[in-house]
């Protein structure tokens, strides 16, 4: 029996445990996972890790309180932290109070996640005097966020894909809310990369997100066409899944979507 014991323990003492690996490994193991829910999950694991898995070179930070600039990945607004990315960069927006965003562009690939227990704890607010919120000209991620605007649209999506993930869309209800949509887009089915000439794919991909106010969920006025719809309705709310992908050229179409106001 001590035999076998001794037999299992083995293993343990011949290989390193991760733990035994150094700051630089394990942060590079890190970056493979996705921001939310498993590197962030791994932040509760210990000191060292929530320290290796909340580095800036994994993250970087929105924070309206930030005062110094000098703070290595932390900004007070989402448009120095969207400017100051690299490809691939993921963008932690801090919950509580709102974060104002007035056509935004985002032209490299980038995630922008609430840092929030729920979407409508990081709200980003967009004024009547803006087209949109975020526009949209790279693959891009949002996901925990509620993107609020007065008038215009929340999303106007130009190129690239995109993926809103248990989101909340909202446009502010006024007499001029015929105007107002969730997601506008004007990108055609696909997109020629001259360096590789390689076709880059364009789409829309609605996840679990709450669409509210506005004349329709989305209008299209590229290529590309609503599909796939689905609707949960809760007590409260409904959460709509839905695909804007390619259809047919020199089309311009409304996507048959209509929002109840809740």
Same mark, same amino acid.
């Given at each position: 029996?001590?035999?076998?014991?001794?037999?299992?323990?083995?293993?343990? =003492?011949?290989?390193?445990?991760?733990?035994?690996?150094?700051?630089?490994?394990?942060?590079?193991?890190?970056?493979?996972?996705?921001?939310?829910?498993?590197?962030?999950?791994? $932040?509760?694991?210990?000191?060292?890790?929530?320290?290796?898995?909340?580095?800036?070179?994994?993250?970087?930070?929105?924070?309206?309180?930030?005062?110094?600039?000098?703070?290595?990945?932390?900004?007070?607004?989402?448009?120095?932290?969207?400017?100051?990315?690299?490809?691939? %960069?993921?963008?932690?927006?801090?919950? /509580?109070?709102?974060?104002?965003?007035?056509?935004?562009?985002?032209?490299?690939?980038?995630?922008?996640? !609430?840092?929030?227990?729920?979407?409508?704890?990081?709200?980003?607010?967009?004024?009547?005097?803006?087209?949109? $919120?975020?526009?949209?000209?790279?693959?891009?991620?949002?996901?925990?966020?509620?993107?609020?605007?007065?008038?215009?649209?929340?999303?106007?999506?130009?190129? /690239?894909?995109?993926?809103?993930?248990?989101?909340?869309?909202?446009?502010?209800?006024?007499?001029? %809310?015929?105007?107002?949509?969730?997601?506008?887009?004007?990108? !055609?089915?696909?997109?020629?990369?001259?360096?590789? &000439?390689? =076709?880059?794919?364009?789409?829309?991909?609605?996840?679990?997100?709450?669409?509210?106010? !506005?004349?329709?969920?989305?209008? =299209?006025? /590229? =290529?590309?066409?609503?599909?796939?719809?689905?609707?949960?309705?809760?007590?409260?709310? &409904?959460?709509?899944?839905?695909?804007?992908?390619? !259809? %047919?050229?020199?089309?311009?179409?409304?996507?048959?979507?209509?929002?109840?106001?809740?």
């Amino acid at each position: 029996m001590e035999e076998q014991k001794r037999k299992w323990r083995r293993p343990s =003492t011949e290989f390193p445990l991760i733990n035994n690996l150094d700051d630089g490994c394990l942060m590079h193991i890190f970056s493979f996972l996705s921001p939310i829910p498993d590197r962030y999950n791994t $932040a509760l694991v210990c000191h060292r890790w929530r320290f290796l898995a909340c580095h800036p070179r994994l993250w970087l930070r929105v924070d309206r309180s930030v005062k110094d600039l000098s703070q290595p990945g932390a900004y007070p607004n989402i448009e120095m932290a969207v400017s100051a990315a690299r490809p691939g %960069d993921t963008i932690l927006i801090a919950a /509580g109070g709102s974060h104002r965003v007035s056509n935004i562009q985002i032209e490299k690939p980038l995630c922008l996640i !609430g840092a929030g227990e729920n979407p409508d704890d990081t709200t980003l607010i967009c004024f009547r005097s803006s087209d949109s $919120a975020l526009e949209i000209m790279s693959t891009c991620k949002l996901a925990n966020l509620t993107v609020r605007t007065e008038l215009g649209c929340c999303l106007l999506h130009r190129s /690239g894909k995109l993926t809103i993930d248990g989101c909340i869309l909202q446009c502010e209800s006024n007499p001029l %809310d015929h105007l107002s949509y969730a997601i506008i887009s004007t990108a !055609g089915a696909a997109d020629v990369v001259p360096s590789a &000439l390689k =076709t880059c794919s364009n789409g829309v991909s609605v996840l679990r997100t709450r669409i509210e106010g !506005g004349a329709k969920a989305v209008l =299209t006025r /590229g =290529t590309l066409s609503l599909q796939r719809v689905r609707v949960i309705y809760t007590r409260t709310s &409904l959460f709509f899944w839905f695909e804007v992908e390619g !259809g %047919d050229k020199n089309t311009m179409q409304s996507a048959p979507v209509e929002l109840p106001i809740s």
